[in-house]
Antibody, heavy 123, light 108 residues
Framework: QVQLVESGGGVVQPGRSLRLSCAAS????????MHWVRHPPGKGLEWVALIWYDGSIEYYVDSMKGRFTISRDKSKNTLYLQMNSLRAEDTAVYYC????????????????WGQGTLVTVSS | EIVLTQSPDTLSLSPGERATLSCRAS??????LAWYQQKPGQAPRLLIY???NRATGIPARFSGSGSGTDFTLTISSLEPEDFAVYYC??????????FGQGTRLEIK
């Protein structure tokens, strides 16, 4: 079965960096676009970034463009999110998720999701 | 950026009742709308995509309808496990992909 397991979360001071990882299994990783979505405490879901199935294209929400970088390693079946210049408002549970369809030229439906990793930005 | 507004914020119903949740887009998203369910402490789960297609394994009591700017998620007869938060999401005009603020479905 499909499994997505996030790691790398924790408590970090404002202005510092953190890298999240997502280990994927149970499907052909290189065939699917992958997303990061976050859930700040007490708020709704917020899409963060998408990387194309072959890694050729990346998209970000504007507020994170230039600070966050999504990447993937097909040899390790792993998705990453490099987060720099972290702010208090970046505090959230970060979910790794797969796009619904393989080789999609028009991705955007997100399923399944990992269980999430909590990032807390605080001094 | 397309803004999705869900209503109501909270819906209080009893098991066996019919639930109707709404999602309105700030501009047309055609049929590029999905619905997700999230239970406390769990990851979201895709219920409906392309406005009316049920995702794999989703019970038939869940249905979606609408196009353009107005969409509805209907749960025909509530089961105890259906009480959760529901989010709509669009992929029509992106980036960014955007979500609504959520509707909490609670037991009356």
């Amino acid at each position: 079965q499909v499994q997505l397991v996030e790691s790398g979360g924790g408590v970090v001071q404002p202005g510092r960096s953190l890298r999240l990882s997502c280990a994927a299994s149970g499907f052909t990783f290189s065939s699917y676009g992958m997303h990061w979505v976050r859930h700040p405490p007490g708020k709704g879901l917020e899409w963060v970034a998408l990387i194309w199935y072959d890694g050729s294209i990346e998209y970000y929400v504007d507020s994170m463009k230039g600070r966050f970088t999504i990447s993937r390693d097909k040899s390790k079946n792993t998705l990453y999110l490099q987060m720099n210049s972290l702010r208090a408002e970046d505090t959230a549970v970060y979910y790794c998720a797969r796009d619904l369809e393989p080789y999609s030229g028009s991705p955007g439906w997100v399923d399944p999701w990992g269980q999430g990793t909590l990032v807390t930005v605080s001094s | 950026e397309i803004v999705l507004t869900q209503s109501p914020d909270t819906l209080s119903l009893s098991p066996g009742e019919r639930a109707t949740l709404s999602c309105r887009a700030s501009q047309s998203v055609s049929s590029y709308l999905a619905w997700y369910q999230q239970k406390p402490g769990q990851a979201p789960r895709l219920l409906i995509y392309d406005a009316s297609n049920r995702a794999t394994g989703i019970p038939a009591r869940f249905s979606g309808s609408g196009s353009g700017t107005d969409f509805t998620l209907t749960i025909s007869s509530l089961e105890p496990e259906d009480f959760a938060v529901y989010y709509c999401q669009q992929r029509s005009n992106w980036p960014p992909i955007t979500f609504g603020q959520g509707t909490r479905l609670e037991i009356k």
